[in-house]
């Protein structure tokens, strides 16, 4: 699998959109820590300035070149021929997600001291105050960065799903972007509308969704999760290892 894997962040690294995107993602931050203001920089450096879903957004839209765009155009059918194996370029793909879904994080984290640093956003908090679970506030930030990482992954296993089942770069997008600003909301209805137990019901792969924010807002995400974060990680691991194994199913059965 490895010169697979090569090849695959050969083309991640040369490709513009990937870097040129996490412009956006900066932008974002700094739109959404002058919405926020001064009130919330704790909160802010936590969060990493609330970068989870744009993390997610950039997620989908490089996910989905890496493996519909490749579907789409037909070129996946020249990719399998110099492959070893389908195993080789399923796998190769996936983890090329996964390292730049944790070069997203960490430049997140990045910018989120640049932006402690540089009063004009928000005013610069000590990394050593304790905020949320008594922690210092760099923990804080270290152990939501971590949490996220266990979301955003779970994502992925839902792109690599989409994206082997549909062929349409677009339509990957649109159905991912929906489930990532209507997923957390899907949930509550169907705990709400009380269709069946709420104990079975509260462990559907929509509540997932909700593990960042529960993990640095519990008291608001917990009544409607009805989770515990320990049990809303466990439920997005699991689903995440059912999704992927679901997907690389589809794509060993795939026909190109």
């Not at 990045?110 to 000590?126: D, F, G, K, W, Y």
């Not at 593990?211 to 439920?235: E, K, P, R, V």
Request: include cysteine; aromatic fraction near 12%.
């Amino acid at each position: 699998m490895y010169p697979e894997l090569r090849k695959e962040l050969y083309k991640l690294r040369h490709r513009k959109l990937p870097w040129t995107i996490i412009l956006l993602m900066l932008a974002l931050m700094i739109i959404i820590g002058l919405g926020m203001g001064r009130t919330y920089s704790k909160l802010l450096v936590m969060t990493c300035y609330d970068s989870s879903v744009t993390i997610m957004l950039l997620l989908i839209i490089v996910g989905s070149t890496i493996f519909s765009m490749e579907f789409q155009n037909g070129t996946i059918i020249s990719l399998m021929y110099r492959a070893k194996s389908r195993s080789a370029v399923f796998f190769a793909k996936y983890i090329t997600l996964v390292i730049y879904n944790v070069i997203l994080h960490v430049i997140a984290m990045i910018l989120t001291v640049l932006l402690n640093i540089v009063p004009i956003i928000n005013n610069p908090v000590s990394w050593t105050a304790i905020y949320k679970y008594h922690q210092p506030l760099v923990v804080n930030m270290f152990m939501n960065t971590g949490v996220d990482l266990v979301t955003s992954t779970f994502i992925i296993s839902l792109i690599c799903l989409f994206s082997c089942l549909i062929n349409s770069n677009v339509v990957v997008i649109a159905i991912n972007a929906l489930l990532i600003f209507m997923g957390s909301g899907l949930s509550s209805n169907l705990l709400l509308a009380h269709v069946g137990p709420s104990k079975i019901i509260r462990w559907n792969p929509f509540n997932m969704l909700n593990l960042t924010n529960q993990y640095y807002n519990y008291a608001t995400y917990h009544i409607s999760s009805m989770l515990t974060n320990g049990q809303l990680l466990t439920g997005t691991i699991c689903y995440t290892i059912i999704f992927t194994l679901l997907a690389y199913w589809i794509f060993q059965r795939k026909h190109f």
